[in-house]
C-alpha cells in the first residue's frame, strides 16, 4: 500500500471513528489491527494539517487612519473592531 492509500485508508477510518462518538480506547477494541496510538495519531496529523492549511490562508491587509487635522490626530481616540475567523475572534482596540 502507497502512502496516499495508506492516507485514504485513515481518512475513511477517523470518518467512522468520529462517527461513532466513542472514546478512541472503545473504539479501537471494535476494530481490528488497530491500535489507540494510530488513531491518535492520525487524528494529530490532520488536524495539524487543518491548522496549517487554515493560518497560511490568513491574510494581513494594511491600514492606515488619517485624521482631518492635525490636533484631532493628537486627541482623538482611535477604535478598532476586529471580528472574524472561524473562532469567532472579536478584538476592539481605543
Known amino acids: 500500500m ?3 492509500e495508506t492516507r485514504r485508508l ?4 477517523i470518518m ?3 462517527a461513532s462518538r466513542l472514546s478512541v480506547a472503545k473504539w479501537v477494541k471494535t476494530q481490528d489491527g488497530i491500535t ?3 488513531v ?7 488536524k495539524r494539517e487543518a491548522s496549517e492549511v487554515t493560518s497560511s ?6 491600514v492606515s487612519v488619517q485624521a482631518e487635522n492635525r490636533n484631532e490626530a493628537q486627541t482623538s481616540g ?6 472574524g475567523g472561524q473562532g469567532g ?5 481605543s
Do not use: A
Not at 482611535?78 to 471580528?83: K, P, S
Open 2 to 4: 502507497d502512502r496516499l
Open 10 to 13: 485513515w481518512e475513511e477510518r
Open 16 to 18: 467512522i471513528f468520529k
Open 36 to 38: 489507540e496510538h494510530q
Open 40 to 46: 491518535k495519531y492520525w487524528l494529530k496529523k490532520f
Open 57 to 62: 490562508s490568513s491574510k494581513w491587509l494594511p
Open 78 to 83: 482611535v477604535t478598532i473592531d476586529v471580528h
Open 89 to 93: 475572534c472579536f478584538c476592539s482596540f
